[in-house]
């Protein structure tokens, strides 16, 4: 393949015959040459929100080539608007628009548009094609890649979905310098997350260039974003469906998942519930003997100088952490399954906590 | 695999990981040596219906080992319920009830509660298994087998749905005994098309034997319950997500499709609509000089002798069946791609019918 205009990196998510290549570079949501050739068909609806709309929709559908039937859906801003019933929208333009099973839907969004996107494509016709083009730090490290795609419900996070992979992710980082600083902080919570469960290195290299970070200095974030596709690309490559390793991306997201159920979605960012859901992950690791109080501290440093919370939210009682908890995906049958960490760079899926520790846990947690 | 008593015939549904068997017997929904070893955990939801509860729900729950933990969904019998919103109500009771990822969804019913339990199992926690028990003749032969599951969107049946295979189908052959005979025939059509598309010798048993079967005999159930789930199981293992072969099961469907969208889902049986759309298609099959008329009577006849309507509705137009086949799932961008004949026994797929010669059919065909 002759290379692309402005794409400074390509990665592959190696799923035999549902591989797709994540490209990496800046001006990417403008440039044809890197969305039109995994188009499925004619039919494009492209799905975005109204705060993303204004910056990148004229762009993006500009781009595309002219024969092509493109529509638009404009969704309300907001995890609390990730529900079956705006998936419906979707599902309601694209058959108002007659469209058939070889149209594309395009994500153009953060992680919420890209979970919903997904789910409406998935569930569309029984599946049709997909393009996530992630316009959030948080969806592009994490929720683009992968092939998880759902809503929430009431009683849980997530709890309604498929899997089902995109045709291609394309990362344009440039949108991130319209992102708010706090989402680009919860978008740095993945990142993390990818150096405390697989790649102490890459943490080492975190603590040293946060600030450029968090400064959007491009070169800079382009490696964080490549080394973080390429850690959780290889990871839904050994474990598409979960059934084993890919549950240690989950790390900090069932104490996360918790706080932003009963915070009410959105309230919380996503990324903001993961880290102090990792504080809270790295305490127990520590309270279990299997990390030091200086790998502790390491960790609890990151995540503060990502701008990310370390403790969890005022008020918020053991059992209403349990309650959401025991609703997790990763448990099975009654077992109650936990990501903890073994060393900084190593962690493991655990079903044997013992009771009295997580209690002690989140009775004494800080709380902001 | 020993044998299980009251198991007459097991088929498989050959697709490497995802493969499963089809006992056809009597007796088998008070049967657990035939249901319990497919399911995932201890985690069941069995979900009915208001008509087949009160015949089969006890026996069935009865059945499963005491130390499980069952729950019961009831739903409103009928296609007007088949949407996401009723879909939504197997979700709750799943959240409700705490059930995790190695939860098992048994669908006891017929094509209707297989489609929505199957959608519902397929996007539950991005997946779960299910267990398909019909008790309908329509949903032995043909919904139960094959993994397409879904609902009913206002704008088009079956539009929202994935392909999600069963880890077993239950077929128990007993239960066709209190089956309606309006029901009985609407089965009946399924059957019918497996011989025109397939098998012109099982359409000549078909013609030797409708009798029997609507007389409800056993044996003669058995036989052409067997013969169509070998036929629909042979296509499936072919192509699995419809790209070729499998649309060939859709014969008489996008007439039929039209005809249930129209008179609004529920006043015409499906398989009713199947009926009068293969002999639509026979007709225009006949009209493109495919089949001669010997074999057009024959179809005809035999529709007929199944106890099914072989006239459109009256009152529906030519543009009220053109607005409903323009949303078909088989169209792929703007072609109308319909299932005709051949021959007796082979069917194919075609983009090619002229619109004159389609609009003369609609338009002068006989109404009810």
Known sequence: MKPIDGVQRTLNVALDERSYPIHIGTGLVGNADAIAPYLAGRQVMIVTN???????????????????????????????????????????????????????????????????????????????????????????????????????????????????????????????????????????????????????????????????????????????????????????AADETEQGVRALLNLGHTFGHAIEAEQGYGAWLHGEAVGAGMAMAATLSHRLGWIDSAALERCEAVIVAAGLPLHAPAGMGREAFLAHMRRDKKNLDDELRLILLRALGDACITSETPPETLDALLDGYPRA
Chains 1, 2 share one sequence.
Not at 126 to 141: E, H, K, S, Y
């Open 50 to 236: 109204e705060t993303v709309a204004p910056l990148y929709l004229d762009a993006l559908r500009d781009a595309l080539p002219g024969k092509l039937d493109v529509r638009c859906v404009v969704l309300p801003d907001g995890e609390a608007y990730k529900s079956v019933e705006y998936v419906g929208r979707i599902w309601d333009a694209l058959l108002e628009a007659g469209f058939n099973r070889r149209c594309t839907l395009i994500a153009l969004g953060g992680g919420v548009i890209g979970d919903m996107v997904g789910f409406a494509a998935a569930s569309y016709q029984r599946g049709v094609a997909f393009i996530q083009v992630p316009t959030t730090l948080l969806a592009q490290v994490d929720s683009s890649v992968g092939g998880k795609t759902g809503v929430n419900h009431p009683l849980g996070k997530n709890m309604i979905g498929a899997f089902w992979q995109p045709r291609a992710v394309i990362v344009d980082i440039a949108t991130l310098c319209t992102l708010p600083a706090r989402e680009l902080s919860a978008g740095l919570a993945e990142v993390i997350k990818y150096g405390l469960i697989r790649d102490a290195a890459f943490l080492t290299w975190l603590e040293d260039n946060m600030a450029a970070l968090r400064g959007c200095d491009a070169d800079t974030l382009a490696h964080a974003i490549a080394l973080s596709c390429q850690i959780k690309a290889d990871v839904v």
